[in-house]
């Protein structure tokens, strides 16, 4: 197992603005996840991308996995205030998570 | 996906006593998992909890702290003993959909505040 880092910690962006966080890690994978938390509340899974996929869009949600470079990354176009959420990546196997991003946007 | 649900949603303990969380799942999955998150901090994993067998815990939890059951294949309970202030937290549990793709989602988890 091993552990996702992200980066960056904190972003704070315009609602409209895109949002970028990204991803690294340090074996190879089969696949790798991304969550959304917000406050105090359980993880919501965004999406699944596999080691065979480069990119996968998930309506305003657009992850991409670059196996040479071990990292991925996590784009959300429009924001809207309801993004305002924690942001964790997780690399296969059992589940190890780092600080995640904290994405606050502001109305 | 799986709709996962656990209880109490939130309870407020006393020091030296214990409680135990619920954890049900809306189908059949082999691996479930117990998560720890202090305020402020990301997630810890505790525990995984396999049915039929004994749970496994990670380096800094130990069973006698942290009782885990897996009776069948939908439900989990794990529980926090003998409680100190240091055990508040969120409690989630998890479970791993592998014959659906390797997804791993989340319950809403357990709010723990032990005065």
């Known amino acids: 197992s091993q552990q996702g880092e992200e980066d960056p910690q904190a972003l704070s962006i315009q609602e409209g603005e895109n949002a970028t966080m990204n991803c690294s890690y340090k074996t190879s994978i089969n696949n790798l996840q991304w969550y959304r938390q917000n406050s105090g509340r359980g993880l919501v899974h965004l999406i699944l991308i596999r080691s065979n996929e480069r990119e996968k869009h998930s309506g305003r949600l657009r992850v991409t996995l670059d196996t040479s470079k071990k990292s991925s990354s996590l784009l959300i176009t429009a924001s809207r205030a309801a993004d305002t959420a924690s942001y964790f990546c997780?690399?296969?196997?059992?589940?190890?998570f780092g600080q995640g991003t904290t994405l606050q946007v502001k109305p | 996906s799986a709709v996962i649900s656990q209880k109490p949603s939130r309870d407020i303990c006393q020091r030296g006593t214990s409680l135990t969380i619920q954890c049900q799942v809306d189908?059949?999955?082999?691996?479930m998992f117990w998560y720890r998150q202090q305020p402020g901090q990301s997630l810890t994993l505790i525990a995984t909890?396999?049915?039929?067998?004994?749970?496994?815990?990670e380096s800094g939890f130990v069973i006698d702290k942290f009782p885990i059951s897996r009776p069948n294949l939908t439900f989990s309970t794990l529980t926090v003993s003998n409680m100190s202030p240091e055990d508040s937290s969120i409690y989630l549990c998890?479970?791993?959909?592998?014959?659906?793709?390797?997804?791993?989602?989340f319950g809403p988890g357990t709010r723990l505040t032990v005065l």
């Open positions: 909890a396999n049915q039929g067998s004994e749970a496994t815990y």
């Open positions: 997780a690399p296969q196997g059992k589940l190890i």
């Open positions: 189908s059949q999955v082999t691996m």
């Open positions: 998890s479970v791993d959909l592998r014959l659906a793709g390797g997804e791993q989602f």
